[in-house]
């Protein structure tokens, strides 16, 4: 059964670290692109970082140098490495993969906060 579950997230400080994971029940996981999403209440998802099945990287302007994903396909996991985190970096992190449409059902997300 197609099925993703995110982990890791947590309270921080601000210029804290957490590292996220996304572990991936399903066929076909070493194709896909894979992005990491967040979403705040009232807001739109937005995509924050995101891997091709080769390993190229990018990250959204917001997050440039702070934010790095990877993926172990050994594993059907992909991760997102936050550091310094940020106040404005507060949302509910999700992952999928990176398509015009998401192939597998949303998961329930993991919580950062940052906070003082």
């Known amino acids: 059964q197609a099925q993703l579950v995110e982990s890791g997230g947590g309270l921080v400080q601000p210029g804290g670290s957490l590292r996220l994971s996304c572990a991936v029940s399903?066929?076909?996981?070493?194709?896909?692109?894979w992005g990491w999403y967040r979403q705040t209440p009232g807001k739109q998802r937005e995509l924050v970082a995101s891997?091709?099945?080769?390993?190229?990287?990018r990250t959204a302007d917001s997050v440039k140098g702070r934010f790095t994903v990877s993926r172990d396909n050994a594993k059907n996991t992909v991760y997102l490495q936050m550091n310094s985190l940020k106040p404005e970096d507060t949302a509910r992190y999700f992952c999928?993969?990176?398509?015009?449409?998401?192939?597998?059902?949303w998961g329930q997300g993991t919580q950062v906060t940052v906070s003082s």
């Open positions: 999928n993969t990176e398509l015009s449409r998401p192939v597998y059902p």
């Open positions: 399903g066929s076909f996981f070493n194709i896909y692109p």
């Open positions: 891997i091709t099945s080769g390993g190229n990287t």
